[in-house]
């Protein structure tokens, strides 16, 4: 789905729930702001789309901690360690509130970490919050 406009905001969006995807990707289409999804089961299968030249790089990517295989923070770990893909903000959009989670996201250099509101209508003002800042930040070109 991922559709990149110069004047658009791009994220590639990694959670194995399918009905947390669906949520979200009906927040994200809540919105008026232009905004360009792009859905990810797992991470192998992210960091596969990432790693694709064919692939434009997203503006930021949003990862959920708690996947089964290669857990979010695995994900986070592998993006920091790639030299293309350690410039881009990544942020942990999840369920775990828990401390050694959150430590160890921002030991590996997260852009932020959000615990997912439980209510749909307080997901969607989260979402909100999201696209308003990112839609003001200055970004990485891309691939070299």
């Known amino acids: 789905m ?50 694709d ?9 949003v990862l959920d901690v708690n996947m089964p295989g290669m857990s979010g923070l695995d994900v986070l770990r592998a993006i920091r360690e790639d030299p293309v893909l350690r410039p881009l903000p990544v942020v942990m959009l999840t369920t775990s509130d828990q401390p050694g989670d959150i430590q160890q996201a921002y030991e590996l250099v997260v852009s932020s970490y959000w615990v997912k509101q439980a209510d749909f209508a ?23």
């Not at 307080?122 to 070299?144: L, M, N, S, T, Y």
């Open 122 to 144: 307080g997901f969607v003002r989260q979402i909100e919050d999201f696209v308003g800042f990112w839609q003001h930040a200055r970004f990485h070109k891309g691939r070299p």
């Open 53 to 61: 030249p064919g692939n434009p790089l997203p503006n930021v990517i």
């Open 2 to 51: 991922l559709n990149v406009r110069p004047d658009s905001l791009s994220i590639l969006l990694v959670d194995d729930n399918e009905a947390d995807r669906m949520l979200a990707e009906e927040a994200f289409d809540l919105l008026p702001a232009k905004v360009w999804v792009n859905l990810c089961a797992t991470g192998d299968q992210a960091l596969a789309w990432l790693r």
